[in-house]
């Protein structure tokens, strides 16, 4: 069974600051992994999506990598904005479509 | 990318009653998926929902509590059934734009069972 690990489990930053959070996962046997943003109360909003044959995606001030063979994914957040506050989410995907949560990085930043 | 809304997007309930979550998306979709995310906790995977055929549940989730349709390829509901206080959560649906693809979700529903 796929267990997933972030950390940290929360951050608070000042605005402007580089971002780093991880992700671990048990079984590498993966087809990708998404990352999402939740903001409170509301649904989950993908931010990006790197197959197992990739390395890396970037969007924006956004980038993820991912090492598979490791178990570990990292979203940086580059130059960060209030905006940005929210709880992130990692999910691997494995066979029988399933996606598997972690605990998720709450991410405040501070004007 | 997918739109998703879900009805209602709240609601309070009293214990041993049941409430219907509807799920509709703006495209065909051939999997749909509902998901449980209880109070401070990340989100679990209740059951992949198909296009005429049955649904199926993940480990600790039952047909009896948690019935689902999926009467075409834009709309599924899922129903919580006899609430417990232990059922208060935010339930969401998701569909995929492929397989392994981007998983998209609803707002949710926050339910509160008294």
């Known amino acids: 069974k796929q267990e997933v690990t972030q950390i940290p489990a929360a951050l608070s930053v000042p605005e402007g600051e580089n971002l780093v959070l991880n992700c671990s996962f048990t079984d590498s046997a993966i087809y990708n992994l998404q990352w999402f943003r939740q903001d409170p109360g509301k649904g989950l909003t993908s931010l990006l999506l790197i197959q197992s044959s990739q390395r890396e995606q970037t969007s924006g001030r956004l980038n993820a990598s991912l090492d598979k063979s490791s178990g570990r994914s990292t979203l940086y957040i580059a130059a960060s904005q209030p905006g940005d506050s929210a709880t992130y989410l990692c999910a691997p995907y494995n066979a029988g479509n399933m996606l598997t949560f972690g605990g998720g990085t709450r991410l405040m930043v501070k004007p | ?114």
């Open chain 2, 1 to 114: 990318s997918a739109v998703i809304s879900q009805k209602p997007s709240r609601d309070i309930c009293q214990r041993g009653t049941s409430l219907t979550i509807q799920c509709q998306v703006d495209s065909q979709v051939t999997m749909m998926f509902w998901y449980r995310q209880q109070p401070g906790q990340s989100l679990t995977l209740i059951a992949t929902a198909n296009q005429g055929s049955e649904a199926t549940y993940e480990s600790g989730f039952v047909i009896d509590k948690f019935p689902i349709s999926r009467p075409n390829l834009t709309f599924s509901t899922l129903t919580v059934s006899n609430m417990s206080p232990e059922d208060s959560s935010i339930y969401l649906c998701s569909v995929e734009s492929g397989p392994g693809e981007t998983q998209y979700f609803g707002p949710g529903t926050r339910l509160l069972v008294l």
